[in-house]
């Protein structure tokens, strides 16, 4: 059976469940999660989406992205997804959430998230998951913020939103 992601209004009260594919196809409002981890050099680890995902497949992102399940907190969908796809965990904590929307003009899919980010430090060896991620990888912000700025479109549209507000609040 298809993941269900959470449908909700601006003030992220729960309206409905619906299939992820159906939702992205009507680009309709659903909760969302993306982590940020940092080492002790305060490097960001990106990943690159696997080529098999079902959009935005192949680009740079932030850490982690998933979507809540029904009857799972934010933090609680954070967890569960950097143990599945990176094969890690650490402490997390909920910094800032923010709405966006855009369109993958490869699948016609539209992300239109209610998104909680998280951060956290981690030190040591990341064993990805090869289904979920095709690779991952640490860089200071100073080469990543040049990266973008040469080629914005090898990155997700959420996380250069992250990124804007990470300097707003000071958190690089």
């Known amino acids: 059976m298809?993941?269900?992601?959470i449908l909700v209004d601006a003030k992220d009260e729960k309206l409905a469940l619906m299939?992820?594919?159906e939702a992205h196809e009507k680009g309709l409002l659903h909760r969302a999660i993306s982590i940020v981890l940092f080492n002790e050099s305060k490097e960001i680890?990106?990943?690159?989406?696997?080529?098999?995902?079902?959009?935005?497949?192949?680009?740079?992102?932030?850490?982690?992205?998933t979507h809540p399940r029904d009857?799972?907190?934010?933090?609680?969908?954070?967890?569960?997804?950097?143990?599945?796809?990176l094969g890690?965990?650490?402490e997390l904590r909920d910094v800032f959430n923010f709405i966006y929307k855009a369109k993958?003009?490869?699948s016609g899919l539209t992300e239109h998230e209610l998104d909680h980010v998280f951060v956290?430090?981690?030190?040591g060896e990341i064993p990805f998951n090869e289904e979920e991620v095709k690779a991952v990888r640490w860089i200071s912000s100073e080469d990543l913020?040049?990266?973008?700025?040469?080629?914005?479109?090898?990155?997700?549209?959420?996380?250069?939103i992250i990124l804007k507000e990470f300097q707003t609040r000071n958190l690089l």
């Open 2 to 5: 298809e993941e269900q992601v």
């Open 19 to 21: 299939g992820k594919t």
């Open 45 to 65: 680890l990106l990943q690159q989406r696997a080529d098999s995902k079902y959009h935005w497949a192949g680009i740079w992102s932030n850490t982690v992205c």
């Open 71 to 85: 009857g799972e907190s934010y933090l609680e969908a954070a967890e569960r997804r950097l143990e599945e796809e």
């Open 88 to 90: 890690i965990s650490t």
């Open 104 to 106: 993958d003009e490869e």
């Open 120 to 123: 956290g430090e981690f030190n």
């Open 145 to 160: 913020f040049k990266e973008i700025e040469a080629k914005p479109e090898n990155f997700s549209f959420w996380f250069k």
